[in-house]
């Protein structure tokens, strides 16, 4: 199972993965059956999560049935229990929108729920995250999870996202740290073959490996940076909704 999953997110392009994934995983999902774990998402109950991950799947990890992985789940909790994001209908911007979110995102938010991507299938604008096409001060949410690993200029597309929130509106920014994490963020544009870029960057379409100064990064931007150790609070809970309690959650805020 383990190099099945890694095959295929490693060799099948992730616009493809999205729109064919959701059937096999659910079927796969019956040989899972049992109440170790929950997705706080989905709801759904399983032995244990699916193994995900390119080189080394991680135990433990995906969702057979909303597709969600550990940073997903970590984020809906967070989201739910320390802000105010399903409690009232507010302006949203999803970038590179996870499958797993999009339905209850959109009941809760509305026509003001944005997806947008300048690839994905699951977007309904597409959109270069250097160039945002909105006013300033539009988004009271950004929501834009394991991208900025991705684009050519990581400080132009938070000084983006910095734009368009509104005065006191935050974002919720992940990127992958791969250990050992340096000290700096690593960047090279002159890799540019797919297998260097996997050994420089963890992953053939990265062009950077953030390193201990991603807070600084998100200052640069003009946001406030904010580490928040809320996976660590969950306890037992953690194991039970498949989340790493030892991931920090980054969020961007800016200023009233």
Not at 22 to 48: D, K, N, S, T
Not at 198 to 203: I, L, S, Y
Not at 247 to 252: K, N, P
Request: charge should be positive; glycine fraction near 6%; charged fraction near 25%.
């Amino acid at each position: 199972m383990k190099k099945l999953v890694s095959w295929l997110i490693r060799f099948v392009p992730r616009r493809y993965l999205q729109r064919v994934s959701g059937v096999g995983l659910r079927l796969l999902g019956v040989f899972y059956r049992g109440h170790q774990v929950q997705c706080p998402i989905c709801e759904h109950r399983y032995r244990e999560f699916l193994p995900y991950g390119r080189i080394n799947p991680r135990p433990n990890a995906l969702c057979a049935h909303c597709q969600s992985l550990e940073r997903h789940r970590l984020i809906w909790l967070y989201l739910r229990e320390q802000t105010d994001f399903f409690a009232r209908p507010q302006s949203v911007l999803h970038v590179a929108p996870e499958h797993c979110f999009l339905k209850a995102f959109e009941k809760q938010h509305g026509d003001r729920y944005i997806t947008a991507d300048i690839e994905s299938p699951l977007a309904n604008v597409k959109m270069d995250l250097h160039q945002i096409p909105f006013p300033e001060n539009t988004f009271d949410v950004v929501l834009c999870n394991h991208v900025l690993e991705h684009v050519a200029d990581d400080i132009q597309a938070l000084r983006e996202i910095h734009r368009v929130l509104r005065p006191g509106g935050y974002a919720i920014l992940q990127v992958p740290f791969f250990h050992p994490v340096p000290d700096t963020t690593y960047e090279d544009a002159s890799i540019t073959d797919p297998r260097a870029r996997e050994k420089a960057f963890g992953q053939n379409d990265h062009v950077r490996k953030f390193g201990k100064d991603y807070a600084h990064r998100i200052t640069r931007a003009g946001l406030v940076a904010e580490g928040h150790e809320f996976a660590n609070t969950l306890g037992g809970k953690a194991h039970f909704f498949g989340i790493e309690p030892k991931e920090i959650l980054y969020i961007g805020r800016k200023r009233s």
